[in-house]
């Protein structure tokens, strides 16, 4: 394969970053948990769910030491999130809306001021049983900022995000072959 074919066009931005990626703020704003994939000590995936809260372009969890995605994200900062939409409706599960980050996580100390900040937000969003958690010393908030991310809504529609606050989307236009396509050959 020559150099020439062997390199894929440059992705392009939209002219639709702006709305874009407004539609994945409202689209997160719908959800109330996240998906979370985190690293064992051993470096094996561990896939799980939590509640969430989105504030200022970042995720914020409030979970136990007693889960084993805590125990996770203290160990090893990397993390990936996931937001579905629901299965109920999805008419096409291979082309499921969704949108994913990369993350990095760190521990907001109770002495922030952010904590405080996020707690109420938290308590806001999720009612009366923050108070109890909250109480409770064993419940660390983590804060997950999303570095690169993808938005899929649907075949030939995949978008590259960059951050959640960033006003960038790259439509990711080249990936899909058929079998005998020019790009296959080799």
Do not use: C
Not at 96 to 114: C, M, S, W, Y
């Amino acid at each position: 394969m020559s150099e020439e074919n062997s390199q894929q066009p440059p992705e392009q931005k939209t002219d639709e970053g702006a709305e874009l990626v407004a539609e994945v703020r409202n689209f997160i704003a719908s959800r109330k948990l996240l998906n979370l994939a985190s690293l064992t000590a051993g470096g094996h995936p561990h896939a799980s769910t939590a509640p969430f809260l989105a504030a200022d372009g970042n995720f914020y969890l409030f979970i136990s030491d007693l889960s084993e995605h805590a125990t996770n994200l203290k160990g090893d900062s990397r993390a990936s999130v996931i937001f579905n939409a629901d299965e109920s409706d999805t008419r096409q599960p291979f082309a499921r809306l969704r949108v994913t980050f990369n993350v990095e996580a760190g521990v907001v100390g109770r002495d922030d001021p952010l904590w405080q900040r996020r707690i109420e937000q938290m308590g806001e969003k999720f009612g009366p049983v923050v108070d109890h958690l909250k109480d409770l010393e064993d419940f660390h908030l983590f804060e997950l900022k999303p570095s690169g991310g993808r938005y899929v809504k649907g075949f030939g529609r995949a978008y590259a995000l960059e951050g959640l606050e960033r006003q960038v989307a790259l439509h990711l236009k080249d990936g899909h072959r058929t079998k005998g396509d020019l790009r296959d050959a080799g």
